[in-house]
């Protein structure tokens, strides 16, 4: 009966596209794939507050937060969300998976639209898939190809463009002052998925409406715990009304198990850490700045986006795992991505840097890409 999953697996072999999961001990190689952007997730007032929560309430919440799971923990850090975002309230997930999912699946129907660039997250194009809206995609940061879309999809009742602030896999920023702009001109709400912008991106981490000086322009704002907050969740942040809104519509909120009180501890610490210690930000941005200056000058990499994701392209699938795996003999583990995460010919060793590394191990591994990667390789 089972014989297609077989067939299925070899062929993913054959074609360098089979994945496994890696066991990594953090004492023996130096990580530079992470998302824990701020290095808050071993920050020792995080997993002290994750320790009195667990003492206090137990390790899971029991329920959804709309039966028994709601706790003063969830509705804290809500309330903490809100004020650090500038909205009016915000909504906990358990996973910004489910944040994207519920969201954009109760906003919009087969009466509306969604418009979404090329290159966001698997999230967005499954909610999009599960609203049943009409699925509209422009070119990457493309704004002739967006406002093309907008003029041509009036007729539909609600237009609502999502884009990520910060894309993963490229780690460059949506242009969103021009889709701000865009969005007022033809009425379409807009929402940014914050996940990889939240403590990395503006002056005090705010996100991408700090970046580019537009706060409280975004309708929809949604965002993790899981990455550079160093804990796990996702939220989103908006107006009372559609908090309100998504409390009673959201299937992915109302029909799952809330997150762990211990969890929304952590975060909780994690964005009073953020408030309080600014230099975490501005480390995090000049070890990001110091890795591209060292491989710029070897032609690596030529993107100038100021985000900690450094893509280095190297097309072929199973030239990129080659040579993930000879870093990872050399205690360096770094990601070899591979369609369909992106797409064909365009596999890519990425790297992410944090707060956390010193500038012996950014030198090191800069070396390293030097001697094992072939001049020919195609830079971001």
Known sequence: MFEFINEEIEALKKAGLYRELRLIDREKVKVFCSNDYLGLSKHP????????????????????????????????????????????????FPAGYMANLGTISSLVDENDTVIIDRLNHASIIDACKLSRAKLQVYRHRNME?????????????????VTDSVFSM???????????????????????????????????????????AIQGQIDIVMGTLSKAIGSMGGFIAGSKALIDYLRNKARSFIYTTALPPSACAASLAALEIIESEPELVRNLRMNSRFLKELLGTENLFSGSEDTPIIPIILGDAEKTMDISQKLFERGFFVSGIRPPTVPKNESRLRITITAAHSKEDIECLASLLRELIPAAAKPM
């Open 45 to 92: 007032k995080i997993i002290g507050a994750s320790i009195r929560a667990t003492k206090e309430f137990g390790f899971g919440a029991g329920a959804s937060r709309l039966i028994s799971g709601n706790t003063i923990l969830h509705e804290e850090l809500e309330r903490k969300i809100a004020k650090f975002k500038g909205r009016e309230a915000a909504l906990v």
């Open 145 to 161: 190809a967006l406002e093309a879309i907008l003029k041509k999809s009036g007729k539909l009742r609600r237009r609502l463009i």
């Open 170 to 212: 490229d780690g460059d920023i949506a242009p969103l002052p021009e889709i701000v702009k865009l969005a007022k001109k033809y009425k379409a709400m807009t929402m940014i998925d914050e996940a990889h912008a939240t403590g990395v991106l503006g002056k005090t981490g705010r996100g991408a409406e700090e970046h580019f």
